[in-house]
């Protein structure tokens, strides 16, 4: 028996929508143009499929050929491709959220969801038996805020600044640095009047949120640090911190375009403290109960090792201190 094409259908499909070209762009990369040649047509569909059968060797762009946007090259960016040159739409990606408070404005910034391997691996140099086993979840769309929350935002809401780092104490350019000295109970009532303030429905981080997006989320190429192997590249600690906080987004961003996710300040999150269990889990909030909440991200004041996207720490909820802050998620 002849053995049938897998892609035979697809291409069957693709003979209608010889006639469409692109006309999106972004990052200077013209997306679903594999072949390089500038326009994006039924050869772009036949490269990558030959590509992914592998019938011949193709020389493709893949940053163009992610079609869906999902940090991956396969069967799923054929369908996209062929969908556009269909109907002529590129399937949805969300852009960042822009809010203003007073005059202060935030980004929040989307997170495609997925599965991942969350907590340390085996071979981490660094590894603390509470930073493991290594474990599947599975988390849903979401969007994370770009940066800390800073003092600036903090005021707008709260028209208070509880900083230590602050100008009252000398430190200039103070408002563009995160907020710290805060309780949980603060973070609540801070998310609180935000969401009066914008009519929208902010809420801390769940822990494995902050690790998908901390990771690069589906774009993420296996950094120990937040967007780097190298934590001077992407992160304040104790080594180049000079024993104070820093602006936020004042060293490189992530894979997502988030900043300030190893180093700077720790930031709460809203599960309580828990160990790991190899159980597979979606969309994890952690512990029902507590005696303290999960903090990540390494600070200031830490060695590089504590900023490491696996490392996890206990901070206890009525306990402000200078090495803690906080980062605000939505639902997508």
Not at 73 to 102: C, K, M, Q, R
Not at 179 to 204: M, P
Request: overall charge negative; hydrophobic content about 35%.
């Amino acid at each position: 028996m002849k053995r049938s094409n897998p892609f035979k259908y697809v291409l069957s499909l693709c003979l209608a929508a010889m006639c469409w070209t692109s006309m999106t762009a972004a990052d200077n990369v013209l997306r679903g143009d594999v072949t390089n040649d500038g326009s994006v047509d039924i050869t772009d569909v036949t490269s990558l499929i030959d590509y992914l059968s592998g019938v011949r060797a193709v020389d493709l762009n893949l940053e163009a050929a992610d079609v869906d946007d999902d940090g991956s090259v396969g069967i799923s960016d054929v369908t996209a491709l062929i969908d556009y040159l269909l109907i002529g739409e590129w399937p949805y990606v969300p852009e960042p959220l822009v809010f203003t408070v007073g005059n202060v404005t935030f980004k929040m910034m989307p997170v495609k969801g997925g599965t991942f391997m969350m907590g340390a691996r085996d071979n981490d140099p660094y590894v603390r038996p509470w930073e493991s086993p290594a474990h599947e979840v599975t988390l849903s769309d979401y969007y994370i805020g770009e940066t800390e929350v800073t003092q600036a935002l903090w005021r707008a809401v709260m028209s208070s600044n509880p900083s230590w780092f602050c100008s009252a104490n000398g430190y200039t350019n103070n408002l563009q640095r995160p907020v710290e000295k805060i309780t949980y109970a603060n973070c609540v009532s801070f998310i609180t009047k935000l969401n009066q303030k914008t009519g929208k429905t902010f809420r801390l981080v769940t822990e494995a949120e902050w690790e998908f997006a901390a990771r690069g989320g589906n774009r993420s190429r296996g950094y120990m640090y937040s967007g780097s192997d190298d934590l001077e590249e992407v992160g304040w600690h104790k080594g180049n911190s000079d024993d104070i906080t820093h602006p936020v987004a004042s060293k490189a961003p992530n894979e997502l375009g988030i900043y300030d996710m190893s180093g700077n300040v720790e930031e709460w999150c809203s599960d309580w403290y828990g160990l790991y269990t190899y159980k597979p889990a979606v969309n994890p909030i952690g512990p029902a109960s507590g005696d303290a909440r999960i903090v990540r991200g390494g600070c200031w004041d830490q060695a590089f090792r504590m900023s490491r996207v696996t490392a996890r720490h206990e901070g206890f909820p009525t306990s402000p201190n200078v090495h803690t802050g906080l980062r605000i998620a939505m639902t997508w």
